[in-house]
Nanobody, 123 residues
Framework: QVQLVESGGGSALPGGSLRLSCVAS????????MGWFRQAPGKEREFAAG????????YLTQSVNGRFTISRDNAKNTVTLQMNSLKPEDTAVYYC????????????????WGQGIQVTVSS
């Protein structure tokens, strides 16, 4: 069974930084597309960032482009979201997600999700 465990959330001041990590287990991590989604209070869950199986392609939604970076370490089954220049509108529950289709080139096939971790940006 695929399991995703997020860590690293918390509170930050506007302009500050946080780093989220997600450790995956239960399959061949090195063949999976990984992603981060987020859900702000009263809003639908939205895609934030994605990375393909070998890290050669990354995808960032426009609102976080230039501020967030997604990376992965296949030796440690870990995907990381580095969040810089945080804004209050980045406040949300962040979810790690995986597409277990091997070597997928799509961002539409996420099939397992973590429990979510709170990120709060406030002065």
């Amino acid at each position: 069974q695929v399991q995703l465990v997020e860590s690293g959330g918390g509170s930050a001041l506007p302009g500050g930084s946080l780093r989220l990590s997600c450790v995956a287990s239960g399959g061949t991590f090195s063949s999976w597309t990984m992603g981060w989604f987020r859900q702000a209070p009263g809003k639908e869950r939205e895609f934030a960032a994605g990375i393909n199986w070998n890290g050669s392609r990354t995808y960032l939604t426009q609102s976080v482009n230039g501020r967030f970076t997604i990376s992965r370490d296949n030796a440690k089954n870990t995907v990381t979201l580095q969040m810089n220049s945080l804004k209050p509108e980045d406040t949300a529950v962040y979810y790690c997600a995986v597409d277990t289709t091997p070597y997928s080139s799509s961002l539409g096939g996420f099939d397992y999700w973590g429990q979510g971790i709170q990120v709060t940006v406030s002065s």
